[in-house]
Nanobody
Framework: QVHLVESGGGSVQTGGSLRLSCSAS????????MAWFRRTPEKMEREGVA????????TYARSVKGRFTISQDIAKHTLYLQMSSLKPEDTAMYYC????????????????????WGQGVQVTVSS
């Protein structure tokens, strides 16, 4: 059973930075893709923020491109999300996700493609 645990959330002012981490354990098979999603109280669905495939290919949502960077340390089984130039609209619960099946590139930010999820970590950006 894959277990994902996020950390690094918190409160910052507009323009600030945060780095989220996601520690993974219990891999029983090769993971194809990992990603970060977020959800606000106003929206039921989780919004794809960034993904990274096993070949290192990254994908970003248009709203965060140029401000957020996804990366991973494979040896440490840890996924990161460096967030810079944060805006109030980035305020959300952020979730780490992993997929153990191959995901087509046009679905890398689709929540239903991921079968393992962390519990989430809150990020709050004040104006």
């Amino acid at each position: 059973q894959v277990h994902l645990v996020e950390s690094g959330g918190g409160s910052v002012q507009t323009g600030g930075s945060l780095r989220l981490s996601c520690s993974a354990s219990g891999w029983t098979e090769r993971s194809y893709c990992m990603a970060w999603f977020r959800r606000t109280p106003e929206k039921m669905e989780r919004e794809g923020v960034a993904s990274i495939n096993t070949d290192g290919t990254t994908t970003y949502a248009r709203s965060v491109k140029g401000r957020f960077t996804i990366s991973q340390d494979i040896a440490k089984h840890t996924l990161y999300l460096q967030m810079s130039s944060l805006k109030p609209e980035d305020t959300a619960m952020y979730y780490c996700a992993a997929s153990t099946r191959r995901v087509e590139w046009w679905r890398l930010l689709v929540a239903s493609e991921y079968n393992y999820w962390g519990q989430g970590v809150q990020v709050t950006v004040s104006s």
